[in-house]
Structures are given as C-alpha cells and as structure tokens.
C-alpha cells in the first residue's frame, strides 16, 4: 500500500496499521470550539436541543455527562450528554427567576478534528422551549451554529451585577430611633462529598429579626459556581428554603450562599440559624448525606426607625376588639383575618380545614373547591396530591426529583416514569418539567399537573359500528379525571367514529359508547383518558372492564370482543 493512499482512521484502526506499516504517517488533531447560537427574538426560562454530528469527522471532548460543553448565559444550568452510539449531544439549559433573551450565543463546545469543519456538518435541532413561567414557546425557535473557532483560544467574559435595595416607611406620629444591624449569613456545606443536588431549611424563629426581601424576591446571592439555586423565604412561618440542582455535580466542604438579614439586635450568631437538610443526592441522583449550617455571621450597625402611635378608645364589647367575649372562638382584633395562615377569622372563628386558608397542618385548601374526586385540587381532608414531580417516590417534591428530570430530559438512563415526572402534563419529558419541579421544591407558586394515561385498547380483529362499555375503577383507588361528561379522555380512533365519556365518580365508574358513521376494525387503540392516582401505580387488572353492547356496521348484534387496559 502507498502512504499517499493511507487516510486517518480513529485510534484502534491506526494501531493495527502502525504495527502492520512503521513508515505510516501520523495526523494531528485539531482542538477548535463551536459556538451555538440562538436566532430569535424570543424570551425563554427553557430550552432542549439535540445536536447531530453523526455525518461528520469530528468528535465532542468528552463523553456521556462529562462532554466539554458549557452555557454562555449567566444564571442559567445547563446539562449536556453526548450520546457517542447516536452521534448526538443532548443539550438543556434553564433559566430560574428571569429569563435570558435571543438574539445571543446559548453555549459552547469543545471538539476534537483531524480536518476543520463547517456549520453545516451540525444538525441543531430544538426540542422543546418554555418561557419563564413553564408556559411552552410555539412555535420553537430556531438555533444555529454561529461559528467554529480552532485558533486554540478562549476569552471568558465575567458580568458583575450590583442591587441596591431601598427600604421606605410611612410618616407617623411618634419616632424612635434604635440600633439596628444589617448581617450577611453564610451557609456552608461542611463535608467532603459531591452533590447534583441539595436542598435545606434555616429555621430563624430563635432570632429577632428578618431577612430581607420575602418569597422568593429574599436577598439572597448564590456562590455555588455551575449549579442552580432557588431560594425562598416564609416569613410567617420564619423558615428559609434553599434548593440546588447541578447535572455535573459540585464539590465540598463549600460556601453555598449568603443572605442578608436585618435585626435590631446586636449579638446574632451562626447558631440563631437552625439548618435541616431535607434533600441530597449525588450527581448520579443517588442518596448522599450532606451538612448543612450558617458559618458566618457578618453585621454592621444601621439606624432603624420604628414609630408608635398611641390611642385610646372607649367602646362596646364586640367582634375585632381584640378581647375574647361571648360566642367568639378567638379575637386578634385588627389581625383578623379571612386571608393570612392560623389566624383568627373576620367573623371572631377559628381557622379550620375547608376555610380555603392553608393553615398549619394543612398541605393546602382550596375551601368549597377540596375534592377527592378530582386529583387537581385540594382534598377533603386539605394534603395535596403527593405524587406529581416526586420523581424518585420517596414521598415530597425536592430538589433530587428536578435533577432526575433534567437528566432524562436529556437523554442519560435514569428511571423517571411520567406520571411522577411530566409536570406540565405535556406527555413528554424535557427541561420544563425539572424547571417546575424545582420551583415547586422550594415553595414557589407552581401548578404540578401529572397523570396516568389509561389506554382503552380493542384486542380483537373484529369491524364494528358500535360499541358500549363500562370500567369499574373502585378496585385502583383513585379516579379518573374529569366529573360526568367532563370526563378527561380522548377518543383515539377518528375517522367518522364519535365518542361519548361519563365519569361517575361516586360509584367508580367510567362509562364509554363509541358509534361509527361507517365501521372502525380491531386491533385498536380506542381512547386515552387521565387517571389520578395518589400512591403506586394500580394494576391493569384493578379496572374491571364489562362489554355491555356491540354491533357490526349493519347495526346487527355481535358477540363481545375483547377490550382491555393498557398504559
């Protein structure tokens, strides 16, 4: 063989030509970057896109979740797997409380070539879109290769953004000036142990004072590099929670994030703060043990003014006069309240269950709307539906489930079945489901909507003009979506075949009639309908299927076919 006729092959092949032909030529590798780029106008809180190299001669540095690849947008987790079988990089990046805006350059990555390539040997396909608020983005916008740079060089651009927050009060009758301090609370993660994902809780009900900005507006800095954090604050209840997600996995002992609280005291200390991990695993989403407290402490002296007014009324006994009298349960006087958690209400009653007030040891209330017959909304006894965006069933939504999600989501072989993990009940996977989940995770108001898709299915090869059936569903424990002829299920046989759903609840029963202007055959899918269930997914055999009547296209009787359940 000629050496003028040798090409370059990948390592395995260059071996056994080396040792067959010492005069071989070598080929050097080229290390370049290529630069993805999104096209549209368009604000987005999500995105997924796959990357298609199969056709070319180049390779991505890196395999699996370790390819070299990064987002460009700061405050955004990003997630890449480079799926060498396929020739395809699966790629998510998600933005948490604000959005990030194209025209502009998504992300990078680094690529290994014996021969310089062009954007048009990458096929960039986008997946799936969200705005900031899960909503999906239609139609999808489009992204490109903008460029691919093998000059060996990288220039990495670092933003600083500075807040200041202004605090303002009303002018009153009587001012007091008073010391006051303002304090940056590190929390820190103390052990040697890598997470994808962290969630804890600061109890500061031992302190006087507050952290500023409530909700999720809290002055809170994340200082985690390559990870997501959501921070809340519940300042009735005096608890701030924090969450963290990461696909490639952070490092401690670390600092995780400092938060800025307010106090009229002056002697706060790291041990005020009472830190809970409720949530950790490992970037292979698996258990890991995490701890979690305040390290520092660091205040300054501020002035605080608090003003008082004083007056005094002498009136009847009565109901708001902040004094318990006759036929009242409770009277805070002005802090009754129809609206504010345990508090007593504008009619001198205690807070109860079906007051459509969430209040201590309630999950939720949804007040006359609490059902247990619609898995949607609040039940009676006011707990939430406990399985939606519980991805790995250990019994809550944490920050462990988003980075499950995230990580299906883009392709790599962990197990998330969609009734746990499709939050936006769209039917499939993508980054906007983890982003919701870890919303939810950390208090933030988000609607969690996960079914079970029931399949009706005709086994038989049968041709029929009709057919009228009933399920019995008591023996699977929850219900199908939807009362009456609202019932939530989508006729999957088309073609001039109508179809008529009932939903009797109260007696676990799901009656279906399906007519044909002509004849529809067998085997078949016959309809799909939402089924809620609170715990493990029911057995098949749990819905009690019952032909009540069949026809052929003549109308003439037939004899019953074959229908059953499916998932």
């Known amino acids: 063989m000629d050496d003028k006729m040798i090409k370059p092959f990948r390592l395995v092949a260059l071996t056994v030509i080396l040792t067959m032909l010492s005069a ?5 590798q080229t290390s370049c970057t290529v630069a993805f780029y999104l096209d549209d106008a368009v604000d987005l ?3 997924s896109f796959d990357v298609d190299y199969d056709e070319t001669r180049v390779e991505f540095v890196g395999s ?7 987002s460009l947008v700061p405050g955004t987790l990003p997630s890449f797997y480079d799926d060498e079988l396929t020739g395809t990089v699966n790629s998510a990046i998600i933005g948490f409380g604000a959005t990030f805006s194209g025209p502009r350059t998504l992300a990078i990555c680094d690529i290994a070539t014996g021969v310089v390539p062009v954007p048009a040997d990458f096929v960039v396909t986008v997946t799936d879109a969200s705005d900031g608020s899960g909503t999906p983005v239609n139609p999808l916008p489009v992204l490109s290769v903008s460029g691919i740079n093998c000059s060996g060089t990288t220039t990495t651009t670092t933003t600083s953004t500075s807040t200041t927050t202004t605090l303002a009060g009303a002018p009153t009758t009587t001012t007091t000036t008073l010391p006051g301090e303002v304090c940056d609370v590190t929390f820190r993660l103390f052990n040697f142990v890598g997470l994808g994902a962290l969630q804890f809780e600061a109890d500061y009900s031992q302190v006087v004072g507050e952290f500023l900005g409530s909700g999720t507006g809290v002055d809170c800095t994340r200082l985690v590099n390559n990870a997501l954090a959501s921070q809340s604050d519940q300042d009735a209840n005096r608890l701030l929670k924090v969450g963290y997600i990461s696909a490639q996995g952070f490092q401690g002992p670390t600092d995780l994030t400092v938060c800025t609280f307010v106090t009229p005291d002056t002697g706060v200390v790291p041990e005020d703060f009472v830190v809970t991990v409720t949530d950790a695993s490992d970037p292979a989403s698996a258990p890991a043990s995490a701890f979690v407290m305040a390290s520092d402490v660091t205040c300054y002296l501020e002035t605080t003014t608090t003003t008082t007014t004083s007056t005094t009324t002498t009136t009847l006994a009565f109901c708001g006069d902040g004094v318990v009298g006759g036929g009242e349960e409770c009277d805070d006087g002005v802090a009754n309240s129809d609206t504010d958690a345990d508090a007593c209400r504008i009619d001198c009653s205690l807070p109860f269950c079906g007051d459509g007030v969430s209040d201590s040891g309630e ?11 619609d898995g949607s909304v609040c039940f009676l006894d006011c707990t939430v539906p406990a399985v939606c965006g519980d991805s790995d069933a250990g019994g809550s939504v944490s920050a462990g489930d988003a980075l499950i999600v ?22 499939v996977l993508t980054a906007s489901d983890a982003q919701r989940i870890l919303k939810g995770a950390v208090g933030q108001d988000v ?5 079970l898709d029931v399949m009706i299915v005709l086994e038989d090869a049968a041709d029929l003009g009709s057919l009228d059936l ?3 569903y008591s023996a699977a424990g929850d219900a199908f979506l939807g009362e009456g002829s609202a019932a939530l299920c989508t006729n999957l046989v088309g073609g001039g075949v109508s179809a008529v759903f009932v939903n009797d609840t109260s007696n676990a029963v799901l009656s279906v009639v399906l007519t044909a202007v002509g004849s529809f055959a067998g085997p078949v899918d016959l309809a799909e309908c939402d089924f809620f269930n609170r715990g493990d997914v029911p057995g098949t055999d749990d819905f009690a299927v019952q032909v009540l009547a069949a026809t052929n296209a003549a109308g003439d009787p037939v004899s019953a076919p074959q229908v059953s359940i499916g998932y």
Do not use: Y
């Not at 071989?24 to 050097?28: I, R």
């Not at 999950?363 to 017959?373: K, L, T, Y």
């Open 447 to 451: 609607t969690l909507e996960c079914a």
């Open 45 to 47: 809180g999500a995105i």
């Open 64 to 70: 699996n979740d370790q390819v070299s690849c990064a």
């Open 406 to 427: 995230l990580q299906r989501a883009v392709g790599q072989p962990v197990v998330c079945p969609k009734h746990r993990c499709d939050a936006d009940g769209s039917g």
């Open 24 to 28: 071989a030529p070598t080929f050097a």
């Open 470 to 472: 009933s399920i019995d």
């Open 363 to 373: 999950e939720c209330d949804d007040g006359v709307a609490n059902s247990d017959a």
